[in-house]
């Protein structure tokens, strides 16, 4: 399985973008799908995750109200909207997939820790100017 990841670029503080990530030869469904992302200097961390059977979304709290992950079927894609970024925004991004199932009292642990996930995409840019 390929992820081919898109829509990274440079945007103003306050701005929007939209990151899309399309798994090849499976359906997005299959897949527990996460975004993380890696500032100069710093470890990956993970940003926002939606589970594998249902639409349960998790996010970290540096973002929580500004972006939004979702999956989009007929597209077969995941999508993260990113919303009032701010400089500290910069990173590359990279979104994941996962073959694990999680439940309730779970899933918040799991989706956190990259190592759950099988695929990765190349990462896309994201800059964010003041």
């Known amino acids: 399985v390929q992820l081919q990841a898109s829509g990274g670029g440079l945007v103003q503080a306050g701005g929007s973008l939209r990151l899309s990530c399309a798994p090849s030869g499976r359906t997005v469904r299959s897949f527990a799908m996460g975004w993380f992302r890696q500032a100069p200097g710093k470890e990956r961390e993970f940003v926002a995750a939606i589970r594998r059977d249902v639409p349960n979304t998790y996010y970290a709290d540096s973002v929580k109200g500004r972006f939004t992950i979702f999956r989009d079927n007929a597209k077969n894609m995941a999508t993260l909207q990113m919303n009032f970024l701010k400089p500290e925004d910069t990173a590359v991004y990279y979104c994941?997939?996962?073959?694990?199932?999680?439940?309730?009292?779970?899933?918040?642990?799991?989706?956190?820790?990259?190592?759950?996930?099988?695929?990765w995409g190349q990462g896309t840019l994201v800059t964010v100017s003041s």
């Open positions: 994941a997939a996962g073959s694990f199932s999680c439940i309730v009292s779970t899933c918040s642990d799991l989706l956190r820790r990259r190592e759950k996930y099988d695929y």
